[in-house]
């Protein structure tokens, strides 16, 4: 249990679908992030939220829409996805200090598949 | 732009031996290095960081160093057992939030 839950585990939508993941956190962290793994490519790093605001946009396409209604949730929503965003998309959260020392508590993500 | 490099080649070891991973980054000079734990199937999992000002920590059977002169750290795991064998990731933070992570480095040891 890593303090940081994420729904689905596995999804398989077709490019014309709209879903979306969830991430929630339960160890009062105020930082959350949106990561994207591919294989043989590092962890990409997409959306970071800081106190329910965004911090940083990392070019992501705009088919990709992040939502933080609170410094415990954290939502992507998902539309008109391509073939090459099939991934394993993982969240995660940090305590934020004001300084980067802070470490990142991953979930264990949700394998997206795009048909 | 900032990159970090990690032996993408999987590293075999032999149970009972020191493994060494490396991590080497160009550019930016982060204040704090940070290694990483992933088991397939799993998000990682933290495990250490070490300051730009200190040359050496460890936890347990882990050691970690960090040369800001080679802008490299070395992951070492002492006296390995089977169950060390995942993907170990090395990142860095520029700035408070935008953490960048080596592709990393898959450790099996060997029984």
């Not at chain 1, 077709?14 to 043989?40: D, F, I, P, R, V």
């Not at chain 1, 940083?56 to 088919?63: A, D, G, I, K, Y």
């Not at chain 2, 160009?26 to 199937?41: C, E, H, I, K, M």
């Amino acid at each position: 249990e890593t303090g940081v839950t994420q729904t689905p585990r596995h999804l398989v939508m077709g490019m014309t679908n709209k879903k979306s993941l969830k991430c929630e956190q339960h160890l009062g962290h105020n930082a959350m992030y949106w990561y994207k793994q591919s294989a043989k490519k590092p962890l990409e790093l997409m959306f970071v939220y800081n106190f329910k605001e965004q911090t940083e946009n990392n070019s992501v396409p705009s088919r990709f829409s992040p939502e933080c209604p609170n410094s415990s949730h954290l939502f992507l929503h998902l539309h008109t996805l391509q073939p090459e965003d099939s991934a394993l998309y993982l969240c995660a959260s940090s305590q934020d200090r004001g300084d980067s020392s802070q470490p990142q508590h991953f979930g264990d993500g949700t394998r997206l598949s795009i048909l | 732009s900032q990159k970090i490099e990690q032996n993408s080649e999987a590293l075999n070891i032999q149970e009972g031996k020191t493994a060494t991973l490396t991590c080497n980054y160009t550019n930016y000079s982060p204040a704090y290095l940070q290694w990483y734990r992933q088991d397939p199937g799993r998000g990682p999992v933290f495990l250490l960081l070490i300051r730009e000002n200190e040359k050496e920590k460890r936890k347990e059977r882990l050691k970690v160093t960090f040369d800001t002169t080679l802008k490299q750290s070395l992951f070492h795991i002492t006296a390995s057992q089977p169950a060390d064998s995942a993907t170990y990731l090395c990142a860095l933070v520029q700035g408070t939030y935008k953490y960048i992570f080596g592709t990393g480095t898959r450790l099996k040891v060997l029984a």
